[in-house]
């Protein structure tokens, strides 16, 4: 960069609140990956939550002749479009019975991260606890650090079917709590919560007085008949609770970054406030796409989960003959593979990557909790997945 030659170099320290992130556990394994890379090794990536499959096509022509529209270039109104609002409230009638006011319990979201990312900067002061799952998406953890927050772990275990034991929360955290977060369909168990546990979670927030936040990002990725249930569907849940969602994977949109809170509108807005002093908003475009994809046909949604079943089945099938077990998931695209005893999550990936070319996330990158355990995530074809599980065969773990 030319000006940086004639300055002189400044030593700026980062800001105290990057020292509360986790550590980044990963350089290990990305020099390993760049090295087999450099060999000339096709790498397989089972490591990363983001769809192969297109968006529908119906969506993308509603977004091309969405963006012709002069009026859709212009700043979009910071909670969403009305059109967009309505058609997530009438969204949520359909799949979950659940009535939403559009104009007060919906809000637009620059995708769910966003909105997960800024919550806590609405609700919580410096030393506040939230709690957070354990293994978790890590933004839980990101947003609480960067609003001062205390991140207080759950521990999401097998032999609580990785839901968190909420007797097992201290008394000292739960008064010192303001925010739950969850997420169920889970990322990365995998796992699905029944309703008397969201139940549970419903009366422990009321005695606590703790807002629920419910990440509900993948509750149209289920197969075999499982329905994933609405935060909101419990009774007593909007007065405590808000449910973020995406389109990114029920749609394969997940560039386009759009989706939405809904739930208590005194808490939507609070989030509402950080949003319209930091962004400006959905590209109307884009919400117009969304709208397309709302109220569209549900075809292409049950078409996803046809091939991301087929790929469980054939992974499944795979991982058993290489001696690796893991449960058939009722929802999303991911499964939480056992680690054998002899390695840490880490060394496992590590082997994986550098004798088979196969790459997986390993739990610990998710949390202590998730040490024992490896994520694969299943967003290449059926043919990549074969190759995948032919390569570890010769391996043998
Ligand atoms: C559990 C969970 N929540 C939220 C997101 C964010 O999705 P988006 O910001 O694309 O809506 C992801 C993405 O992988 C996720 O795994």
């Known amino acids: 960069m030319p000006f940086s030659r004639r300055s002189p170099l400044i030593s700026v320290e980062l800001a105290k609140r990057l020292d509360g992130l986790p550590p980044y556990l990963f350089a290990e394994i990305d020099k390993v990956k760049d090295e087999i890379r450099r ?13 192969d499959l297109p ?3 119906h969506i993308v022509q509603a977004l091309q002749a969405a963006a012709e529209k002069i009026a859709n270039h212009q700043y979009p109104p910071y909670e969403g479009t009305q059109t967009f609002r309505s058609a997530v409230a009438h969204w949520y009638q359909r799949r979950f019975g659940v009535k939403l006011d559009p104009a ?3 809000l637009s979201l620059i995708g769910s991260k966003e909105g997960i990312g800024h919550l806590p900067l609405a609700y919580i002061n410096p030393g506040d606890a939230v709690l957070v799952p354990d293994p978790g998406y890590p933004v839980y953890h990101a947003g609480t ?3 001062g927050g205390d991140p207080v772990v759950m521990p999401l275990r097998a032999s609580n079917g990785f839901l968190p034991d909420l007797k097992a929360i201290a008394p000292e955290h739960a008064r010192r709590a303001k925010l739950m977060f969850l997420n169920y369909p889970n990322n990365p168990t995998a796992a699905v919560a029944p309703r008397e546990f969201l139940e549970d979670v419903v009366e422990f927030a009321h005695r606590h007085r703790i807002i629920v936040c419910h990440d509900a990002a993948y509750s149209e990725v289920a197969f075999g008949g499982y329905c994933p249930l609405s935060f909101l569907e419990v009774d007593g849940a909007r007065e405590v609770g808000l449910e973020m969602h995406s389109l990114s994977k029920t749609y394969n949109m997940t560039g386009w970054r759009v989706g939405f809170a809904v739930g208590n509108p005194h808490l939507l807005a609070g989030l509402a406030t950080v949003k319209t002093n930091l962004d400006s908003g959905v590209f109307m475009a884009v919400q117009d796409a969304a709208v397309a994809a709302l109220t569209g046909p549900d075809e292409c949604v049950e078409e996803m989960r046809r091939i991301y079943q087929r790929r469980q089945e054939i992974t499944l099938a795979g991982l058993k003959e290489i001696g690796l077990q893991a449960e058939r ?5 991911y499964l939480w593979v056992p680690v054998p005893p002899q390695y840490t999550s880490s060394e496992l990936t590590t082997r994986m990557i550098r004798e088979a070319g196969v790459v997986p996330t390993p739990g610990i990158g998710f949390g202590a909790h998730g040490e024992g355990f490896i994520r694969l995530s299943l ?3 059926d043919h990549r997945i074969r190759e995948a599980i ?8």
């Open 104 to 106: 007060t319990e919906v």
């Open 145 to 147: 650090v960067f609003a």
């Open 379 to 381: 967003t290449v074809d």
């Open 39 to 51: 060999q000339g090794v096709d790498l397989i990536s089972l490591g990363i939550g983001d769809p």
């Open 390 to 397: 032919e390569r570890l065969k010769i391996v043998g773990l």
């Open 329 to 333: 998931p009722h929802a999303t695209f």
């Open 55 to 57: 968006t529908p096509p």
